[in-house]
């Protein structure tokens, strides 16, 4: 089925290490997104990708980066986590203005816990 | 910046009865999309209903509708004869209508209970 695919679901680090959240759709979108879901805080947007080969900063970005590896793919570092970082993590594509599916089509989210 | 405010943290109706949510934004653009989001407890984001602010027909989604005030400013959804499978979190969100990477703005969300 067409879609957004993350990986992985679940995850527990250790405060100091780091990991690689993955994001791949296969809707031949052109835009993609990270956002973090913190309770009473709704989505809020981390990072985001107009194309391929570009990226740019959302409201949180402060502890992460990422890479538009190609059209697909658009994946999330974190270099040093901290408890801070503890949320669920969403990413998602957007469909292009006019297409019939124009909005975002969301991954199944990944949760992450630093201790 | 935009903004989008849900001011019900938790609501909670019985099964059958009608239940609407509310949703307020702030924008200064005139051209822009709004949007309802379903979580249910498995965490996926399942896209409810959405409304194209040039249009000033209230979209209708099956059970689900809207109330589109835009002069207000104000999106509220209307569900109705609710279904147990209708409990979840909810979200309005806001997105201006243009080229490029146009971000998604989230209201807080709420958490809607439907008991039998």
């Known amino acids: 089925n067409a879609g957004v695919t993350q990986t992985p679901k679940f995850q527990v680090l250790k405060t100091g290490q780091s990991m690689t959240l993955q994001c791949a759709q296969d809707m031949n979108h052109n835009s993609m997104y990270w956002y973090r879901q913190d309770p009473g805080m709704g989505l809020r947007l981390i990072y985001y990708s107009a194309s391929e080969g570009t990226t740019d900063k959302g409201e949180v970005p402060n502890g992460y980066n990422v890479s538009r590896l190609n059209k697909r793919e658009f994946s999330l570092r974190l270099e040093s986590a901290a408890p801070s970082q503890t949320s669920v993590y969403f990413c998602?594509?957007?469909?292009?203005?006019?297409?019939?599916?124009?909005?975002?089509?969301f991954g199944s989210g990944t949760r992450l816990t630093v201790v | 910046a935009q903004t989008v405010t849900q001011s019900q943290p938790e609501m909670s109706v019985q099964e059958a009865e009608t239940v609407t949510l509310s949703c307020t934004y702030d924008?200064?653009?005139?051209?822009?999309?709004l949007f309802w989001y379903k979580q249910p407890p498995s965490r996926q984001m399942i896209l409810v209903i959405r409304?194209?602010?040039?249009?000033?027909q209230n979209a209708t989604e099956n059970r689900f509708s809207v109330n589109f005030q835009k002069a207000a400013k104000s999106f509220s959804l209307k569900i109705s004869d609710s279904q147990l499978g209708d409990t979840a979190m909810y979200f309005c969100a806001f997105m201006k209508h243009s080229q490029g990477a146009q971000k998604l703005v989230f209201g807080q969300g709420t958490r809607l209970t439907i008991n039998p």
């Open positions: 409304q194209e602010a040039y249009k000033q």
């Open positions: 998602a594509s957007r469909g292009d203005i006019g297409s019939a599916r124009y909005g975002y089509t």
């Open positions: 924008t200064s653009e005139n051209n822009y999309y």
